[in-house]
Structure formats: structure tokens, C-alpha cells
């Protein structure tokens, strides 16, 4: 069973701080790796995927990935109060049969 | 206009009956993808599609069943709807392993 665990919080940051996300997967062969972010009752929304180990940067978010730990991450910097959502990461472990494995999420709260 | 649609966007049914959600995409993406999400158990796949002739079981398809009428729209039945199919259905799309989701149908089973 392939599985990907995110800690579930709610993870709460002050308004200008960085949030730090994390999420770790069990499929050493997994290959691209995903965050979205979704609002309460709304649709996941792609924010960044990465595919190589290292970080990659994109405006204020960062996602760092590091397969030899199975361990990928999502860095928000200057948090802003619209920031609040719950963030989804996603692993693809099968190739290209391109199907996700999704964590259950980490619900941020940005506090003004 | 969205890429990928959903409807009903809410529906509210009884014990026993069939429904039908739809999902169109104008995207072009030959994958399509339904999910349903509950309170504190993230996304579950339902079943996907990698074209019009190919259909396969996600990880909890039973009591569900799809069909993909084109290229753009694929549609999940539920032939005699329970209450613990209450939950929120999206519809996703995908030409790589990056996937769209549509808006959602919040789904209410009495």
C-alpha cells in the first residue's frame, strides 16, 4: 500500500512568518511530487510539483524534496492571512500510469 | 469559462436512488480522474480513464460506475445511493502526471 502522510495539524503562523509543510511518502520508486492547496469547500488547486531532489522556488513558496529520505516539503514565506487552506501533497509512484497518491492534508491558519 | 466542469455543483437525493454526476473538460487531456473527499480522509480515487476505451478501478469503486462518453466528458453513476456515499465528488484531468480538478459536486445522500 503506498502511502503518503502529512501531519495534519492545524499548523497556526503569525501574519509575515514562514510555514513550513511537510509530507513524507513510502514508495521509494515514486518519481514527481505535488502540493496543492485547497480552500474549505473549494477544489485542490496545483500550487508547485518538483521532480529532482533539491528546492524550487516559485514567488513566495519554495517546495524541497530529498528522495533518499522519502521526504518532500512545502516552505511559504511572508505568510499572508489568504494563505489559511488546507495543503495537499501528492506523490505519483506509478509511472506512466500518472496516478496520484494523496496525503490527507495540513490545514494552515495565518494569523494577522 | 473553466476548463473542466462539473454538474450538478449539488444534489441532494434519497436512499436507493440512481444518480448521475457528469464532468466536462474543453482542456483536451486525454486522462480523466474521479475522486471523492471526506472530512479528515483526503482525496480516494474512484476510477480513472486514460481514453474513451479505457476505464479502470480506482482504490474504492464499489457501489460506483463510470462511462466515458468522449474525450471531454466522463460521467460516475451511482446505481442505488447509500448515505455513506454522502461527500464531495471532483472530477480531475491530466495530460501528464499534473492533474486539473473541477469545481466539485457536493453530494447528500437522506
Known amino acids: 500500500q503506498k502511502e503518503v502522510e502529512q501531519n495534519s495539524g492545524p499548523l497556526s503562523v503569525p501574519e509575515g512568518a514562514i510555514a513550513s509543510l511537510n509530507c513524507t511518502y513510502s514508495?521509494?520508486?515514486?518519481?514527481?511530487f505535488f502540493w496543492y492547496r485547497q480552500y474549505s469547500g473549494k477544489s485542490p488547486e496545483l500550487i508547485m510539483f518538483?521532480?529532482?531532489?533539491g528546492d524550487k522556488e516559485d514567488g513566495r513558496f519554495t517546495a524541497q524534496l530529498n528522495k533518499a529520505s522519502q521526504y518532500v516539503s512545502l516552505l511559504i514565506r511572508d505568510s499572508q492571512p489568504s494563505d489559511s487552506a488546507t495543503y495537499l501533497c501528492?506523490?505519483?509512484?506509478?509511472?506512466?500510469?500518472?496516478?496520484?497518491?494523496f496525503g490527507k492534508g495540513t490545514l494552515l491558519t495565518v494569523n494577522p | 469559462d473553466a476548463d473542466v466542469t462539473q454538474t450538478p455543483r449539488n444534489r441532494i437525493t434519497k436512499t436507493g436512488k440512481r444518480i448521475m454526476l457528469e464532468c466536462s473538460q474543453t482542456?483536451?487531456?486525454?486522462?480523466m480522474y474521479w475522486y471523492r473527499q471526506d472530512p479528515g480522509l483526503g482525496l480516494q480515487l474512484i476510477y480513472y480513464?486514460?481514453?474513451?476505451?479505457?476505464?479502470n478501478k480506482g482504490e474504492i469503486s464499489d457501489g460506483y460506475s463510470v462511462s466515458r462518453q468522449a474525450q471531454a466528458k466522463f460521467s460516475l453513476s451511482l446505481e442505488s445511493a447509500i448515505p455513506n456515499q454522502t461527500a464531495l465528488y471532483f472530477c480531475?484531468?491530466?495530460?501528464?502526471?499534473?492533474?486539473?480538478f473541477g469545481p466539485g459536486t457536493r453530494l447528500t445522500v437522506l
Open positions: 482542456k483536451g487531456h486525454d486522462r
Open positions: 480531475a484531468t491530466s495530460d501528464t502526471d499534473t492533474q486539473y
Open positions: 514508495d521509494r520508486g515514486s518519481q514527481s
Open positions: 501528492a506523490v505519483n509512484s506509478g509511472g506512466s500510469n500518472y496516478k496520484l497518491t
Open positions: 480513464s486514460f481514453d474513451v476505451k479505457d476505464i
Open positions: 518538483i521532480y529532482s531532489n
